[in-house]
């Protein structure tokens, strides 16, 4: 093979290579044209870069197979990436990104009162500037959701407290923004051709951000009690369990069923909201079924063992001291 053969063979091999980005820049082409004169031959023109550009996939497949350095690069950041650290890190991050988000939407809704109050007639602009108002009701709650860093069992029921508390937060930051934004619309639509509604509209929408408020943190409170009673009811059930007497460690085992019963329904309860396909459970329900599990396994254990319910025991403490600042017997 002469000199000049051997300098065309990758040629000769991979010449096809050139319709992608031929075809590509083919097809930008053509789509520029398409307010011009020229409209028929843009459209020639980004029809034969889609064909070219779909026929030039084909010689780029394996094209990165024998890239082995970047290989290694992702193989060594996956690894560190899958590592507790770097998770609690992404976890933290998550948390500080909503908190900012959070900050910004009560941010955007003051500036936006004091830009009604400075230029009451621009009715559109404000609407326009509202509907982040109406973007932060819908998005806000489920962002959280999405934030929550995933722990393990142990760590997540020592954080407990901090779980519900964003959850019944955001969502008392997405309810008073969405009816910000019914009080945009209202003033936009109503209280610009009528001004002596203000007032009244004024009263009731801030009436409802107030109630709807409350009400979340009400709920909370009423969940943490309720739940608060729950477990001490199961762990004086479980601390009675005794092997003496074959029936009465039956009844006494049924017993402490039934109390897990009524924390497991407080558990699957969702904080922030009577909705649960939108809520935020008190406890993720893997952590519920895992604790389940190991609240049957004490159950029957203790009949045997009186150390069995040391682990369970452990675990509802957490919830328990979760629950314990928020506790109001009156909610």
Avoid at 90 to 98: A, E, H, P, R
Avoid at 105 to 129: F, M, N, T
Avoid at 264 to 277: E, I, K, N, R, S
């Amino acid at each position: 093979m002469s000199n000049c053969e051997r300098a065309l063979a990758p040629v000769r091999a991979h010449w096809r290579r050139v319709f992608l980005p031929a075809g590509f820049v083919l097809n930008v082409w053509g789509n520029s044209l398409y307010d011009t004169p020229h409209r028929a031959l843009g459209l020639v023109m980004f029809l034969s870069g889609l064909i070219l550009a779909f026929s030039g996939q084909r010689p780029w497949r394996g094209f990165t197979e024998n890239w082995h350095a970047p290989k290694r690069l992702v193989r060594r950041v996956d690894q560190a990436w899958n590592t507790p650290g770097w998770q609690r890190r992404w976890g933290y991050l998550k948390l500080t990104v909503w908190g900012i988000a959070v900050f910004a939407v009560v941010r955007h809704a003051w500036g936006l009162l004091a830009d009604i109050e400075r230029e009451p007639d621009r009715v559109v602009a404000h609407l326009a500037s509202a509907q982040v108002l109406m973007g932060a009701w819908i998005v806000l709650p489920v962002w959280g959701q999405a934030a929550e860093p995933k722990l393990a069992a142990s760590e997540l029921l020592e954080r407990l407290s901090g779980r519900v508390w964003r959850a019944v937060l955001g969502r008392t930051v997405a309810n008073a923004a969405g009816i910000y934004f019914a009080a945009i619309a209202v003033h936009a639509y109503v209280v610009t051709t009528r001004p002596s509604l203000i007032v009244p509209v004024a009263v009731t929408l801030g009436g409802a951000i107030i109630a709807v408020g409350h009400k979340g943190w009400a709920r909370l409170r009423k969940l943490s009690t309720q739940l608060h009673r729950n477990i001490r009811t199961l762990e004086r059930d479980l601390a009675l369990i005794d092997g003496d007497d074959a029936d009465k460690t039956r009844e006494r085992q049924d017993a402490a069923r039934r109390s897990w019963d009524a924390v497991h329904l407080d558990l699957q309860t969702p904080v922030d909201t009577g909705y649960a396909p939108i809520g935020t459970l008190f406890l993720p329900v893997e952590v519920t079924d895992d604790l389940e599990q190991k609240v049957e396994q004490a159950i029957q254990a203790l009949a045997t063992d009186k150390s069995a319910a040391v682990e369970v025991l452990a675990d509802l403490g957490k919830i328990r001291e979760a629950c314990s600042g928020r506790i109001d017997s009156v909610a």
